[in-house]
């Protein structure tokens, strides 16, 4: 046997064997690496056997590399992958090799000439290479060929968004778009008082110069004096039962105050005015709390297009209990149990509003 190639010959074939090092034998399993070379010829198994040496240092240099950053256990399961990986390829025989090959790079053509945009998902790609794959190989040589063309395609897209031609080409499509001409004679109505207004009646009424549309300063002198006002009712009595507020009462009272409104744009169901009165309440004292309660839920109903009444009345009975209740309360416990009350409250007018309001609850009380 000779040392500096790693040889020796059983019968009368070479085999390859290379000693693992110490420290990677609990990790490989193994105390020696042994491979037939499958050749009687010394000066053709030499070659082979000088590469099979680089690749097992190869592996020795990559398995010193995993250890920085990983433990033992961490650093099994990741040879383990690649190992299943390379067990496949060498299960195939030369012949279906040759066809796995061919077919890789056949799909891998066809793959490249239909394109691969960029920042396609790894599922559609995978999916993909299964339709170009699908009966063509068998089972152990498509998923070496998976995995292969995989690794090849899942940074090799070769589609760029051409900006100029999809800017020409919306321009065509919009002056293929044929005009819609709308007739309508003098005297005619186009819409009566009342009545929801279509697309196509305003588009009308747009093109005649009839849409009206401009601010609408009466509801916003409206809305500007009912907030006014609301601050005037809050400022005089705040006056009468409490001493002078200081700036970051101010602003927590209009913290306070905003969050109302701010909360019924994103759904009318979501209503703080329980936890405004209990907040106030505790530190402010109850008449101030209710009076914010009121006049902050008058003015939110106000300014709500569409008022979802059993949400409202809910959260203004919840919360008037909870401004009424919670300024006399000192311990943690009562004002937990407040809350609680305060939700079974709110739950229940809301109940009740939806039974009173609602026409299908209406029908079930008249059949009842």
């Known amino acids: 046997m000779s040392k500096t190639s790693h040889l020796y010959r059983r019968g009368n074939t070479l085999y390859f064997r290379l000693s693992v090092p110490n420290r990677f034998r609990t990790i490989l399993h193994v105390s020696e690496f042994t491979e037939s070379l499958r050749t009687q010829s010394r000066k053709a198994a030499i070659p082979i056997a000088y590469m099979l040496a680089g690749k097992a240092k190869q592996l020795f240099l990559y398995i010193d590399s995993l250890m920085i950053d990983n433990d033992e256990h961490d650093v099994k399961i990741i040879l383990e992958n690649l190992l299943c990986d390379a067990v496949e390829v060498m299960q195939l025989n030369d012949s279906t090799w040759k066809v796995t090959e061919q077919t890789i790079i056949q799909v891998f053509d066809r793959i490249l000439i239909q394109g691969l945009a960029p920042g396609i998902s790894s599922e559609l790609l995978a999916e993909t290479i299964r339709l170009h794959l699908r009966n063509v190989l068998p089972t152990n040589a498509d998923n070496v060929a998976q995995e292969v063309l995989f690794a090849l395609l899942k940074e090799g897209h070769n589609l760029t968004i051409d900006k100029e031609e999809t800017r020409r080409y919306a321009e065509r499509a919009a002056l293929a778009i044929e005009p819609v001409m709308v007739s309508i004679k003098k005297g005619d109505p186009i819409i009566k008082a009342g009545q929801p207004i279509e697309q196509s009646k305003f588009v009308v009424l747009d093109g005649l110069g009839l849409s009206q549309r401009q601010t609408n300063w009466s509801g ?35 913290l306070l105050s905003i969050s109302t409104p701010a909360m019924s744009l994103l759904h ?101």
Not at 228 to 246: E, K
């Open 220 to 254: 916003l002198a409206l809305s500007a004096g009912l907030v006014s006002a609301g601050v005037w009712i809050f400022w005089g009595i705040s006056q009468r039962v409490h001493r002078p507020l200081r700036r970051r009462d101010h602003i927590l009272l209009c």
């Open 268 to 368: 009318p169901r979501y209503a703080d005015l329980p936890a405004v009165g209990l907040l106030v309440s505790s530190f402010y004292g109850p008449t101030l709390a209710v009076s914010q309660v009121i006049l902050v839920g008058g003015l939110s109903t106000f300014a709500t297009d569409n008022v979802n009444w059993e949400y409202t009345l809910g959260g203004l009975a919840s919360g008037i209990i909870a401004a009424l209740i919670a300024g006399r309360l000192r311990s943690r416990d009562d004002l937990a149990l407040l809350g609680a009350g305060i939700g079974i409250l709110q739950g229940g007018v809301y109940l009740v509003g939806y039974l009173i309001l609602s026409t299908t609850a209406t029908s079930v009380w008249s059949a009842v």
